[in-house]
């Protein structure tokens, strides 16, 4: 909102002063500095249970799923037949993520004119 009042102000003229520059903004949650412990792992583990037809239990297993893997909630999701290697136990990996971030980089550096 201050960001829109101030070119408001400042490259349009529209108003005279920015009413949000008193206004004081949040503060930024401190960094995380912990892991999940293996209590902790166990404890979910057995509160959720071992039936998959519950949400808790699938949700669980989604959880040890991303810990083993050190996949993203979206990479895990688009997995299917096609990505899966069940010999071999492994991800075809189409698109790695620096490959991704580099594409997107050099998008970016692009001249749009």
Do not use: Y
Not at 20 to 33: E, G
Not at 55 to 77: D, K, P, W
């Amino acid at each position: 909102m201050s960001a829109v009042l101030t070119q408001a102000r400042r490259e349009w003229g529209l108003i005279s002063s920015n009413p949000m520059t008193d206004v004081s903004k949040p503060s930024k949650p401190p960094p995380r500095d912990r892991r999940v412990s293996q209590d902790e792992i166990d404890k979910l583990v057995v509160a959720a249970g071992a039936d998959l037809t519950k949400i808790r239990a699938r949700a669980v297993h989604a959880f040890l799923f991303a810990i083993e893997t050190a996949m993203r909630s979206g990479e895990i999701i688009s997995l299917t037949n096609q990505t899966v290697d069940r010999e071999k136990r492994a991800r075809s990996c189409q698109r790695p993520k620096m490959a991704r971030l580099a594409r997107f980089h050099s998008q970016m550096l692009r001249p749009r004119f």
